[in-house]
T-cell receptor
Framework: EPEVTQTPSHQVTQMGQEVILRCVPI?????FYWYRQILGQKVEFLVS????????KSEIFDDQFSVERPDGSNFTLKIRSTKLEDSAMYFC????????????FGSGTRLTVV | QKEVEQNSGPLSVPEGAIASLNCTYS??????FFWYRQYSGKSPELIMS????GDKEDGRFTAQLNKASQYVSLLIRDSQPSDSATYLC????????????FGKGTHLIIQP
């Protein structure tokens, strides 16, 4: 079964540093999402992306965050000037349409800011 | 503000019994409803989707939707220890680009 692949699985970074989380969506999917889950909390929508543009973003997705599709296969989330409260699991997901029939999440990146 | 509410549990059910998980949502325009299973430290895994009022069955799982009451439920028949996980209810309010709104999840424990 096709998978969404995320790297790294775990990233430890110092406060104030920049991190890039990477995702390889399912190959024929064109719609991409990032979610995060702080330990013990809800899964929260961050941003959706289509046709090399952000489609929607949540209040969480402020100027500290950016997304990019640098090539035909990768989808990245950049977090600038990381804060302790950015520590969370970050999940990428992809789908083949905006008609939401439930999409597949990647295995996640655990980000720890120290 | 869209809200999805679930009882956090833990919900403890004997092996072989029916586990019943419930969810309410606040946004009346919501159109698509999902149940995800999440094992500790892992990503959410889609197990059921439902879009219209009534029941939808898939193997041991039955999803139930009542839009008038803004209520979604998941029944797991013949519960197995491997069903022990956190079950997340998620709602899409019709604009796929807006993403899903998740509940906090119900922690289900199946007792052998």
């Amino acid at each position: 079964e096709p998978e969404v692949t995320q790297t790294p699985s775990h990233q430890v970074t110092q406060m104030g540093q920049e991190v890039i989380l990477r995702c390889v969506p399912i190959s024929n999917h064109l719609y991409f999402y990032w979610y995060r889950q702080i330990l013990g909390q809800k899964v929260e929508f961050l941003v959706s992306f289509y046709n090399n543009e952000i489609s929607e973003k949540s209040e969480i997705f402020d100027d500290q965050f950016s997304v990019e599709r640098p090539d035909g296969s990768n989808f990245t989330l950049k977090i600038r000037s990381t804060k302790l409260e950015d520590s969370a699991m970050y999940f990428c997901a992809s789908s083949d349409s905006w008609n939401n029939y439930g999409y597949t999440f990647g295995s996640g990146t655990r980000l720890t800011v120290v | 503000q869209k809200e999805v509410e679930q009882n956090s549990g833990p919900l403890s059910v004997p092996e072989g019994a029916i586990a019943s998980l419930n969810c309410t949502y606040s946004d009346r325009v919501s159109q698509s409803f999902f149940w995800y299973r999440q094992y500790s430290g892992k990503s959410p895994e889609l197990i059921m989707s439902i879009y219209s009022n009534g029941d939808k069955e898939d193997g041991r799982f039955t999803a139930q939707l009542n839009k008038a009451s803004q209520y979604v439920s998941l029944l797991i028949r013949d519960s197995q220890p491997s069903d022990s996980a956190t079950y997340l209810c998620a709602v899409d309010s019709g604009g796929g680009a807006d993403g899903l709104t998740f509940g906090k999840g119900t922690h289900l424990i199946i007792q052998p």
